[in-house]
């Protein structure tokens, strides 16, 4: 389903992320995703929600001071992805909201939310040992 996740907070830091093929320092994508955000939300009320690259599609969700970045590829439905994201985030904020509370911006306290997030995820080498093994 999903390919590659980012969570990132207002100031455009990657607290999670999970990329299948790391192209880009997660560092630098988060302050691109931001300031992209951003100006969407000068440009057109309610920011930016999605925007494809050739054979990749880009979801974004907006909540509580958080972005939810997810890729995927274009021949997903478009409400499929948002759907999971929204998982996502929800399942980000029912695991994590006792610590963001008094957060003090240490992203290895999010280290685990990959596993809890399993379901969500393109596990494209499981999928491939599935097919063969």
Do not use: C
């Amino acid at each position: 389903m999903l390919e590659d996740v980012w969570i990132l907070s207002e100031g455009g830091t990657t607290i999670f992320s999970r990329v299948y093929n790391p192209k880009v320092n997660e560092q630098l994508f988060g302050a691109l995703m931001s300031a992209i955000n951003q100006f969407a939300e000068q440009v057109a009320e309610g920011g930016i929600s999605s925007f494809e690259l050739s054979n990749k599609k880009f979801s974004i969700i907006r909540k509580d001071n958080f972005l939810f970045v997810a890729n995927a590829s274009v021949k997903q439905k478009d409400k499929r992805v948002k759907d999971e994201l929204k998982k996502i985030s929800e399942k980000f904020f029912e695991e994590y909201s006792h610590i963001l509370e008094d957060w003090d911006n240490d992203v290895s306290v999010f280290e685990d939310f990959e596993k809890k997030i399993e379901d969500s995820l393109d596990q494209t080498l499981k999928k491939f040992q599935n097919a063969f093994w």
